[in-house]
Nanobody, 124 residues
């Protein structure tokens, strides 16, 4: 599975950006799709994730400002980022987790896929 992300860029504090990610390739079932970010030497951290059923989980720092959505038929996930702050700056990575085949689903085994990061810079 390949994940292609787009939509990063530069914006001033309070501005908005929308990230998009499309998954392609063969996989039996994608369970969750989401976004993580990494800044400087810090660990990669969860920003938001969404399940096939539409359940979502957000980092506390982005609740009320970011919104994640997903198109299951197209295997795409978007992240609408509003009221951006300088601390939102970082490289954002698209993520997908799923069962690569029916056997792995039966076994309960999942595989995680990562896209190349897209830079988001928020200036003060």
């Amino acid at each position: 599975v390949q994940l292609q992300a787009s939509g990063g860029g530069w914006v001033q504090t309070g501005g908005s950006l929308r990230l998009s990610c499309a998954a392609s390739g063969s996989i039996f079932r994608i369970i969750t799709m989401g976004w993580y970010r990494q800044y400087a030497g810090n660990p990669r951290e969860l920003v938001a994730v969404i399940t096939t059923g539409g359940g979502t989980n957000y980092a506390d720092s982005v609740k009320g400002r970011f919104s994640i959505s997903r198109d299951n038929a197209k295997n795409t996930v978007d992240l609408q980022m509003n009221k951006l702050k300088p601390e939102d700056t970082g490289v954002y990575y698209c993520n997908a987790e799923g069962n690569v085949d029916i056997q792995s689903r039966k076994d309960g085994r999942t595989t995680t896929f990562w896209g190349e990061g897209t830079q988001v810079t928020v200036s003060s």
